[in-house]
């Protein structure tokens, strides 16, 4: 049976959203949840070959790395915010973590995520195509330590003229963060990497979520046996399909992925006859309301 959509935005914070690009959620994480996402990660590098202790190190389909990953895929404390966007056909965009140690050289320079020659901002100025949940493990008080920088308000823009460089940019801010916090954003937002001058090692995870019809960012099949040790909202959220059109149209099998939060059904209220089956159905979203209201 269909479980309901855990908790997503509040209007407060979906506003905050639409402004900046960016939400912070302070104390998300209890100390020994940080604890646990962070031996996950131990235990991934602890066999890497390719690790090296003083380079940014990342891995991408981490999900299928380990159990205490594959758990985000629909985890209750972040899943909602996705599937208030992306509704029914949500699906996971990449699975990624990295570690940015003292002293590392690789950082990203100025971009937004996702499609460049022809950005999802082109088709979707106002609703993001993409949104990228961050679980922070780490404290990083300070600038210098390796941070996120984003700047606010830019998720609207094509065109930003330090694109390609790591050039301070005024209005940017450089995300200092306590480890537990996790942040939402619109994937459309310019973000760059600071340089790490600092003794922490920086760590932390990225889940970003998009509709189905998007393509995934780090595979095409999941692997069938780890599939089959997900639960099922799991396995749809994959949405690992041999035939490429099951992205725009998922099997009946999958619908509903979630039960309304509100109303708890399947389906909305008077908008078809009663003979249209569920997986034909449109299902509003909760940002598809909030654009109207
Ligand atoms: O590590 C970060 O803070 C950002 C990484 C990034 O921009 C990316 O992977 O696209
Ligand atoms: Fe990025």
Redesign the pocket.
């Known amino acids: 049976m269909a479980v309901t959509a855990p908790p997503g935005f509040t209007p407060e914070l979906w506003e905050i959203f639409e402004r900046d690009g960016i939400i912070f959620l302070e104390d998300a994480l209890a100390p020994e949840e940080i604890t646990h996402y962070t031996e996950a990660l131990d235990r991934i590098t602890a066999v890497d070959s390719k690790f090296d202790p003083n380079e940014t190190f990342g891995r991408e389909n981490v999900v299928e790395l380990d159990a205490a990953l594959a758990e985000l895929i629909d985890h209750p404390r972040h899943v909602g915010y996705a599937y208030d966007l992306f509704g029914e056909q949500l699906k996971l965009h990449i699975s ?1 973590f ?1 570690i ?1 140690p003292p002293g590392m050289t690789k950082r ?1 320079l100025w ?1 937004p ?1 996702g499609a460049r020659a022809v950005p999802y901002g082109v088709f979707s100025p106002r609703l993001p195509m993409q949104i990228k949940i961050g679980y922070w493990l780490t404290d990083l008080p300070e600038t210098s330590m390796g941070n ?1 920088v984003v700047l606010p308000g830019s998720h609207r823009h094509q065109y930003v003229d330090e694109y390609d460089t790591h050039e301070l940019i005024p209005g940017e801010l450089i995300v200092k963060v306590k480890a537990g916090t996790i942040t939402i954003m619109n994937s459309s937002i310019w ?1 760059r ?1 600071e340089p790490n001058t600092s003794s922490t090692i920086r760590k ?1 995870i ?1 889940f970003a979520y998009c509709p189905a019809w998007i393509t995934a960012a780090d595979r095409i099949l999941s692997d069938p046996t780890w599939l089959q040790s997900l639960t099922r909202e799991q396995r749809i959220i994959m949405r690992s399909y041999e035939h490429g059109y099951s992205h725009a149209k998922p099997p009946a099998s999958e619908f509903p992925l979630f039960l309304d939060r509100d109303t708890g059904t399947a389906t909305d209220d008077g908008v078809y006859r009663e003979d249209v089956q569920l997986h034909r159905r449109k299902r509003r979203t909760k940002a598809e309301e909030w654009i109207e209201a």
């Open positions: 990624q990295f940015r990203n971009h995520d996120l973000h990497v932390n990225f």
